[in-house]
């Protein structure tokens, strides 16, 4: 079983929908969660960070984490055509990361 | 805050040669360092981490010969890949978590290396 399980598939949404995205992990020691936002040929960008269960809310994002169910979620409201990306989760503990394989994000104005 | 560069964003190499990629963080210090490749289309694989002034820890299945860390001070990781081969074009991406801070990685843009 793999540490990180995200869907990879493709997502296309109208702009102004809301946009869906969430991972599974398999390990109970992982103690933080996060998102980073990827554009094409360019590094990930830290777009949301949270270490406890519940929601974390930064702008049109939410981040939502489930320790019980060893699920999180991002979710982005009123999507731009500037959040067309790819989306990565990734879970950590002991300074080390393991990441989603990342949905690829179009937002269609 | 939280500034980390590589150098150089893209390089083309012929087979058997050796190339060194920089990784900086500009506006922190760092004590550790992650080196990652990804493929396109897939998600970022962690190749090995590097702690300021020790030998890098390198995940199972890379090559430490090969792919070569140094992490010299608290603001400079390279990686030089050497005698290169096409299948180690790839995309290599640095990121760094800052000294004294928590856990959250920054990102360099990546490396996009060739080999020809």
Known sequence: ?109 | GAVVSQHPSWVICKSGTSVKIECRSLDFQATTMFWYRQFPKQSLMLMATSNEGSKATYEQGVEKDKFLINHASLTLSTLTVTSAHPEDSSFYICSAIRAGGTYEQYFGPGTRLTVT
Not at chain 1, 9 to 19: K, M, T
Not at chain 1, 59 to 76: C, H, M, P
């Open chain 1, 1 to 109: 079983q793999k540490e990180v399980e995200q869907d990879p598939g493709p997502l296309s949404v109208p702009e102004g929908a809301i946009v869906s995205l969430n991972c599974t992990y398999s390990n109970s020691a992982f103690q933080y969660f996060m998102w980073y936002r990827q554009y094409s040929r360019k590094g990930p960008e830290l777009l949301m960070y949270t270490y406890s269960s519940g929601n974390k809310e930064d702008g049109r994002f939410t981040a939502q984490v489930d320790k019980s169910s060893k699920y999180i979620s991002l979710f982005i409201r009123d999507s731009q055509p500037s959040d067309s990306a790819t989306y990565l989760c990734a879970i950590g503990g002991n300074n080390r990361l393991a990441f989603g394989k990342g949905n690829q994000v179009v937002v269609i104005p």
